[in-house]
């Protein structure tokens, strides 16, 4: 019954009060729902903060850059605020997760080294309070197909990609480490894990990694005896190497990249909600955290996940070439099944102790408006989910 009444008084509001907002919008026949445009700036400043989030939320991989928007709803909550379904097209970025960087802030990948996909997510604006929240996610990505990047250019020398646990792997990480090690003046670095690996042919065998490393309690004088493990520390850098074998000689080489170090947050803490870098007009100033509420049991980080699927081609038949672009990147985002919508209390974001609601409906399935999906950055048909 309230729901219903909070639907009606919402869809009211919106014939109502927001005809200031400049961008062309349209209601969907009694749905509160408002098809926006994907190029709008306000729709691109969500979506950027969105990922963002989603960026933050992950431990492992690389951050997620935002290729265009693919579809957005925006539903204009009663009390205030509005929650924006997402439906964005993402590339991989070359920075690790743990570098906690801004993916605008983050170089993109040769096309031949391309993961992509989509993601869906719920982002609660309002500006008024100044706060943003990321209640869910999902993304689903895939690497470039091998084989169309092979067909638009036959002959180009493109390393394949390797199995992390091949041992001539972990060798050049090693030995990569090893040579970055004897140029550090005292400090000295541990192996955490490979993220990524490649090799190709050169002049002999070359293998391509990037790995992450850890402070490692030695130092250099007494490194050789030093028997000492890297306890729990986390990861501090991302390191790109290569190894080349020749029959004679071996060419070993290495760059590293440092995390910024951060304010440790205990873990399992979020910081969906905290923002420092948000850049939404009207929203200048971040989000004031109220501390004495920080531990209350309410504030869960975002529903979320990313999901890794293999080369679309590797899985399907040859023959029937092209599958379904839906199917091919699979993304459920639904906090409810019920049309009417449900409640999700949100009363954790406000400093106040009064109730707060936010109206979640469906993901919604519907087209979205003709001006989506947007333009997108890097525009190869390649990494284009649909
Ligand atoms: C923080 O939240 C608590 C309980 O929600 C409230 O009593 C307190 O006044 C808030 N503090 C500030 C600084 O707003
Ligand atoms: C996210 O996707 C997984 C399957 O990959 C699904 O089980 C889960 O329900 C989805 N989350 C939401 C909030 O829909």
């Known amino acids: 019954m309230h729901l219903l009444l909070s639907l009606g008084l919402c869809a009211l509001a919106q014939a109502t009060c927001c005809g200031a907002q400049s961008p062309p919008q349209q209601a969907l026949g009694s749905s509160p729902l408002l098809s926006r445009g994907c190029s709008d700036s306000d729709v691109l400043a969500v979506s950027g903060m969105a990922l963002q989030d989603i960026n933050r939320d992950q431990q492992e991989g690389y951050a997620l850059g935002l290729n265009r928007v693919h579809g957005v709803w925006e539903h204009r909550q009663d009390s205030q605020g509005s929650l924006f379904y997402l439906t964005l097209d993402v590339l991989e970025t070359s920075c690790h997760v743990l ?3 801004d993916w605008k802030d983050c170089g993109a990948r040769l096309l031949h080294e391309s993961v992509y996909g989509q993601c869906k997510a719920m982002f609660y604006v309002n500006k008024p309070k100044r706060i943003l929240y990321l209640p869910a996610y999902n993304c689903t990505l895939r690497p470039v197909s091998r084989r169309k990047i092979h067909m638009m250019c036959p002959d180009c020398p493109s390393p394949s990609s390797t ?3 091949d041992p001539r792997v972990l060798e050049a990480a090693t030995e990569s480490l090893a040579k970055y090690n004897s140029k550090s003046a005292s400090k000295q670095y541990s192996l955490d894990k490979v993220t990524r690996a490649s090799h190709q042919w050169v002049v002999g065998p070359a293998y391509f990694v990037e790995y992450l490393i850890r402070e490692s309690p030695c130092t250099k004088l007494h490194a050789s005896s030093c ?3 890297s306890s729990d520390s986390m990861p501090v850098g991302l390191c790109q190497g290569s190894l080349t074998q020749t029959r004679t000689e071996k060419f070993v080489s290495v760059t590293c990249d440092f995390f910024k170090s951060q304010v440790q947050t205990p873990e399992g803490e979020s910081s969906a909600v905290k923002q420092s870098s948000g850049s939404l007009p009207g929203v200048e100033q971040p989000l004031q955290e109220n501390t004495t509420s920080s531990s209350s049991p309410a504030k869960t980080g975002p529903l979320g996940s990313i999901q890794h699927l293999p080369d679309l081609e590797d899985e399907t038949p040859k023959g029937s070439e092209e599958k379904d672009r839906q199917e091919a990147f699979p993304v459920q ?13 949100i009363s954790f974001l406000f ?6 609601k936010l109206v979640v409906l469906p993901f919604p399935k519907e087209r979205h408006s003709a001006e989506c999906p947007g333009p997108a950055r890097t525009t190869s048909p390649l990494v284009l989910p649909a």
């Not at 985002?333 to 209390?345: F, K, R």
């Not at 400093?351 to 707060?356: H, I, K, N, V, Y």
């Open 99 to 101: 570098s906690r960087k």
């Open 163 to 165: 199995d992390l646990s």
């Open 227 to 229: 028997s000492l493990q």
């Open 333 to 345: 985002l639904d906090l409810t099944t019920n049309p009417q919508g449900d409640t999700l209390d």
């Open 351 to 356: 400093l106040g102790s009064q109730q707060e």
